[in-house]
């Protein structure tokens, strides 16, 4: 009886791993800590760049703050996977890592902020493709694909999608004028009516909304439940809503400026994010509730 008490008591502290040497643990972590640093040191540029685009009031930028915060809540609605995805080193991640490592280091010699910002994404994801490993990457890749929507674009082609918007926003808000009963012609980006002429400018394009909503309609369609199909409808969505949503600023601009005159279309301008970023989320819900969706990140709220 003794033997046998003994021999299994035996059984269970072989069973048992012993914890790794604090040498080794922190031989693992150092090299990670110093990377860490070293990319901290190589992105500041690139993080000045950003917070310079975030905080200018006439950036197109302005929801990118946001961004990280939801790609973690993104990471957060698929931690049960994530949990039981197996990790382990990925040396083919070099394959992304050191390209995107050296594309950021001559982004930032050049002075390139939009390069060096799609740089340091690509490094941020071939890091943790590297240390987590494929598997895990899977799961998470949507989380750091949402990212680039933090990323500014190059200032031409930027340019010149908000000059093609200023036009389509100036037609469509003339013909919904004329079709509440104003005499009004759309002429590039100027919107004439009887007494009030209205130049619809750069801010007023609907760009910044459109990035906005493309944002918040792309969370909304990695959190939601429901087959691919109907989240990835809600967010092809994003760009006529913003469309007509902007259109609708626009006219409202254009008819307090023809009743009350250019101070009344000044306040409305104003108001005008609060107004088109509220009927662009009250549009989302309704589109989400029509798809039949009913959870979001888990939660109730349809």
Not at 46 to 61: D, E, G, H, I, K
Not at 72 to 99: D, K, S
Not at 185 to 212: D, E, N, Q, R, Y
Request: proline share 8%; hydrophobic share 55%.
């Amino acid at each position: 009886m003794n033997f046998m008490t003994t021999h299994r008591f035996e059984l269970e502290q072989t069973d048992r791993i012993p914890p790794a040497p604090p040498y080794l643990v922190w031989g693992t972590l150092l090299p990670v800590f110093g990377a860490a640093g070293l990319l901290l040191g190589f992105a500041w540029p690139v993080l000045n760049f950003w917070r310079a685009q975030f905080t200018n009031p006439s950036s197109f930028y302005s929801h990118g703050p946001l961004v990280p915060p939801m790609a973690a809540l993104i990471l957060w609605h698929y931690r049960e996977r994530l949990r039981v995805a197996p990790l382990a080193p990925a040396p083919i991640a070099l394959t992304l890592l050191l390209p995107a490592g050296t594309l950021l280091v001559q982004a930032i010699r050049i002075g390139s902020g939009w390069i060096g910002s799609l740089a340091l994404l690509l490094t941020l994801a071939g890091s943790a493709w590297l240390l987590l490993g494929g598997r895990w990457m899977r799961i998470a890749l949507p989380a750091f694909a949402f990212l680039l929507l933090m990323s500014p674009l190059p200032s031409t082609l930027l340019n010149q999608a908000t000059l093609g918007l200023q036009i389509l926003s100036t037609t469509m808000a003339a013909h919904l004028l004329r079709l509440v009963g104003c005499h009004a012609a759309a002429v590039g980006t100027l919107i004439t009516l009887p007494g009030f002429t209205l130049w619809v400018a750069a801010p007023c394009s609907g760009f910044k909304l459109l990035l906005s909503l493309l944002t918040f309609g792309a969370a909304f369609a990695l959190l939601l439940d429901g087959p691919p199909a109907r989240r990835l409808s809600l967010l092809l969505a994003t760009l006529p809503l913003s469309l007509a949503v902007n259109a609708v600023r626009v006219a409202l601009i254009a008819i307090a400026g023809a009743w009350q005159g250019p101070s009344a279309a000044h306040q409305v301008d104003a108001q005008g994010a609060l107004i088109t970023l509220t009927l662009s989320f009250v549009a989302l819900y309704l589109l989400a509730r029509g798809l039949q969706c009913r959870t979001l990140a888990g939660w109730p709220l349809f």
